[in-house]
């Protein structure tokens, strides 16, 4: 049985390159980089491993010169950089990489919602009759802000290590993981300390 790595190591298995664990999305600049849909699918491929702008055209169906843009602009944010390069013929051919494996949100890249991402899960699950998966489940548990806080960032421990396990298959899996404080009522008398 493969041994999953720690969420404290640098390279998840399979990534040829070396990336910090986090990166932060603060500016209008990185915010408007993120908030494309091509662009976010080629973040995710790189989090596999380096890919030049002709892989990419290839996986993606898309011309050479439209991923170029595109890389670009992530390049121009600070979330992709070249991490390689090799003579493919008379010329040089670039291998990009992520900066890091997770990019930490400061609002969200279409400026709307901080649960942009619900939106995007929505819209890529692929749901198949009698599939185990997706699989989803919902609670809600009154707590104070610092236990949620606490909370999360074990949600976040976890996420990473799904993004670090090996890879195989022939699907992709995504991993979705939210707290967030809610507009439901509190019973009364059940508050703390009373």
Do not use: C
């Amino acid at each position: 049985m493969p041994t999953i790595p720690s969420p404290d190591d640098r390279l998840p298995i399979g990534l040829d390159y070396e990336a910090d664990e986090f990166a932060h999305a603060e500016t209008p600049q990185q915010l408007k980089a993120l908030g494309n849909q091509l662009r976010m699918t080629i973040m995710d491929l790189l989090n596999e491993r380096a890919a030049s702008i002709t892989e990419l055209a290839e996986t993606l169906n898309r011309p050479k010169g439209t991923i170029g843009y595109h890389v670009k602009v992530l390049a121009d944010a600070g979330f992709i950089r070249v991490v390689r390069t090799r003579k493919a013929r008379a010329m040089t051919e670039k291998f990009y990489g992520r900066t890091a494996h997770t990019i930490v949100f400061h609002g969200s890249p279409d400026r709307g919602s901080k649960m942009f991402m619900l939106q995007e899960a929505m819209t890529e699950a692929v749901v198949e009759e009698g599939a185990a998966l997706p699989a989803t489940t919902l609670r809600h548990v009154r707590m104070s802000e610092e236990q949620a806080v606490e909370f999360w960032h074990r949600v976040l421990t976890l996420a990473i290590e799904f993004t670090k396990a090996p890879r195989g298959g022939d699907r992709v899996y995504a991993f979705l993981g939210a707290v967030y404080p809610t507009n439901l009522p509190v019973l009364p008398g059940d508050k703390e300390g009373e």
